[in-house]
């Protein structure tokens, strides 16, 4: 990992203080194996560029649905078995940031194809959960479980599997811009459009198109369907899991109505989100007014990945958010909350058949945020979406539960 250097108190601190169902800490990230030597990248139309990072055998991908998941996730599933090997590049490509003038930056992604004659796929954009180390994204998957477990599931199966690595993370050399809207829906787009430029480039093309997503990524998936739809590029289906589609319902539960379930690393949350949300929306001391003054600077270092105490963070909301923010009416009116309050998506008349799934004991996500989306498109009328329970799980068994279930769909499509 070429920046474990700078991420290591982090990933210290998150691995003491996150449950099994948490987000991943980069000790829980680790390579199951080497990874394979890079090729010489292979530029492309307008910017784009690839570089085949490994090729994972049947043996390796069923390991990673029978062995590796259920650890990740402390729960067991039943997957389909893989049947083909998969092939996989990193993605780099040009981009801009809505929220800064459309500023040109870098960014990256992973694209997964399946090794096989076939020269026409049906393809999945992953839209990946909240992550503490710039590597555990997608276009580098022997750091990311959940990225493994996508490709295991679908491109073992002869789906595409393309996900973005979002601003900040992966090879992006910009701060992280984490639940930032626009940037979400700018990096995913972009990424479509970069993979299908790879793609041409390989002989190879994608039948229809899926979008799939957990946790923040769930959010990122709605927001990028609201992208795609409202610039007609069709969508066949998609899917979440544990979803906060409206930041500002689900940051209020955090802060007015905790639940005794609620995840420790929830602080962690508003830490990486206050700091976006200052820096992508230029908005200098929009932290400094959040954050208590004992854990300002901590929080920074956490938000930058610079050494810093892990034993300073507080897992408790009180301790870290000035207490004029658990007043539900002082945080409505606050330039953070106002931000907050634009952060959601579905708020929209949505064309495309969309499942959210969400868990009935996840610690992140309500019940009731699982259904949101759902519940407001029935109040309108519409019946696009649906809400699909998962039983018992937790915040990372609801995603390996509904994995299964997201195929299963996908292929009746």
Same mark, same amino acid.
């Given at each position: 990992?070429? *920046?474990?250097?700078?991420?290591?108190?982090?990933?210290?601190?998150?691995?003491?203080?996150?449950?099994? &169902?948490?987000?991943?800490?980069?000790?829980?990230?680790?390579?199951?194996?080497?990874?394979?030597?890079?090729? %010489?990248?292979?530029?492309?139309?307008?910017?784009?560029?690839?570089?085949?990072?490994?090729?994972? #055998?049947?043996?390796?991908?069923?390991? *990673?649905? /029978? /062995?590796?998941?259920?650890?990740?996730?402390? +729960?067991?599933?039943?997957?389909?078995? &893989?049947?083909?090997?998969? $092939?996989?590049?990193?993605? %780099?490509?040009?981009?801009?940031?809505?929220?800064?003038?459309?500023?040109?930056?870098?960014?990256?992604?992973?694209?997964?194809?399946?090794?096989?004659?076939?020269?026409?796929?049906?393809?999945?954009?992953?839209?990946?959960?909240?992550?503490?180390?710039?590597?555990?994204?997608?276009?580098?998957?022997?750091?990311?479980?959940?990225?493994?477990?996508?490709?295991?599931?679908?491109?073992?199966?002869?789906?595409?599997?393309?996900?973005?690595?979002?601003?900040?993370?992966?090879?992006?050399?910009?701060?992280?811009?984490?639940?930032?809207?626009?940037?979400?829906?700018?990096?995913?787009?972009?990424?479509?459009?970069?993979?299908?430029?790879?793609?041409?480039?390989?002989?190879?093309?994608?039948?229809?198109?899926?979008?799939?997503?957990?946790?923040?990524?769930?959010?990122?998936?709605?927001?990028?369907?609201?992208?795609?739809?409202?610039?007609?590029?069709?969508?066949?289906?998609?899917?979440?899991?544990?979803?906060?589609? #409206?930041?500002?319902?689900?940051?209020?539960?955090?802060?007015?109505?905790?639940?005794?379930?609620?995840?420790?690393?929830? /602080?962690? +949350?508003?830490?990486?989100?206050?700091?976006?949300?200052? !820096?992508?929306?230029?908005?200098?001391?929009?932290? @400094?007014?959040?954050? !208590?003054?004992? %854990?300002?600077?901590?929080?920074?270092?956490?938000?930058?990945?610079?050494?810093? #105490?892990?034993?300073?963070?507080?897992?408790?909301?009180? $301790?870290?958010?000035?207490?004029?923010?658990?007043?539900?009416?002082?945080?409505?009116?606050?330039?953070?909350?106002?931000?907050?309050?634009?952060?959601?998506?579905?708020?929209?008349?949505?064309?495309?058949?969309?499942?959210?799934?969400?868990?009935?004991?996840?610690? &992140? +996500?309500?019940?009731? +945020?699982?259904?949101?989306?759902?519940?407001?498109?029935?109040? *309108?009328?519409?019946?696009?979406?649906?809400?699909?329970?998962?039983?018992?799980?937790?915040? @990372?068994?609801?995603? &390996?539960?509904?994995?299964?279930?997201?195929?299963?769909?996908?292929?009746?499509?």
């Amino acid at each position: 990992m070429t *920046i474990l250097n700078r991420i290591r108190s982090l990933a210290v601190l998150l691995a003491t203080t996150l449950v099994v &169902a948490g987000p991943v800490s980069a000790q829980q990230a680790a390579p199951a194996s080497a990874p394979a030597a890079q090729a %010489t990248p292979v530029k492309v139309a307008s910017g784009v560029q690839y570089e085949l990072i490994g090729r994972w #055998d049947v043996a390796r991908l069923n390991r *990673i649905l /029978t /062995t590796d998941t259920p650890k990740f996730a402390g +729960i067991t599933v039943s997957y389909t078995p &893989a049947r083909n090997a998969v $092939k996989l590049y990193r993605v %780099t490509y040009p981009s801009v940031v809505p929220e800064q003038g459309n500023r040109p930056i870098s960014a990256t992604g992973l694209l997964a194809v399946p090794d096989t004659a076939e020269t026409v796929f049906p393809m999945v954009s992953y839209q990946h959960g909240t992550v503490y180390g710039k590597e555990q994204v997608p276009s580098f998957p022997e750091q990311s479980p959940e990225t493994q477990l996508m490709i295991a599931q679908f491109a073992g199966q002869g789906y595409l599997v393309t996900g973005a690595d979002y601003f900040g993370m992966g090879a992006s050399k910009e701060p992280e811009g984490y639940l930032v809207k626009g940037s979400h829906q700018q990096a995913t787009y972009d990424m479509l459009v970069a993979s299908r430029a790879v793609l041409a480039d390989l002989k190879l093309a994608d039948s229809k198109l899926f979008l799939s997503g957990w946790s923040q990524g769930g959010f990122v998936t709605l927001a990028m369907l609201e992208k795609l739809e409202a610039v007609g590029m069709p969508v066949k289906a998609a899917t979440t899991a544990s979803a906060p589609a #409206d930041a500002f319902a689900a940051f209020n539960g955090f802060l007015n109505f905790p639940r005794k379930i609620d995840a420790s690393w929830i /602080t962690t +949350i508003f830490i990486l989100n206050v700091f976006s949300f200052e !820096t992508y929306h230029n908005m200098p001391g929009l932290a @400094r007014a959040l954050l !208590t003054d004992e %854990t300002y600077e901590i929080s920074r270092k956490a938000y930058l990945r610079e050494p810093f #105490d892990q034993n300073a963070v507080p897992t408790d909301l009180r $301790k870290l958010i000035r207490p004029e923010y658990f007043d539900a009416q002082f945080f409505a009116n606050s330039a953070y909350g106002r931000l907050v309050a634009q952060t959601s998506a579905y708020r929209w008349v949505i064309k495309t058949p969309v499942r959210t799934y969400y868990g009935l004991t996840d610690e &992140a +996500i309500r019940i009731e +945020i699982g259904q949101l989306p759902m519940t407001y498109q029935k109040a *309108i009328g519409n019946d696009k979406v649906e809400a699909v329970p998962t039983g018992d799980t937790s915040h @990372r068994g609801t995603f &390996a539960t509904a994995v299964p279930q997201w195929k299963a769909w996908f292929d009746g499509q």
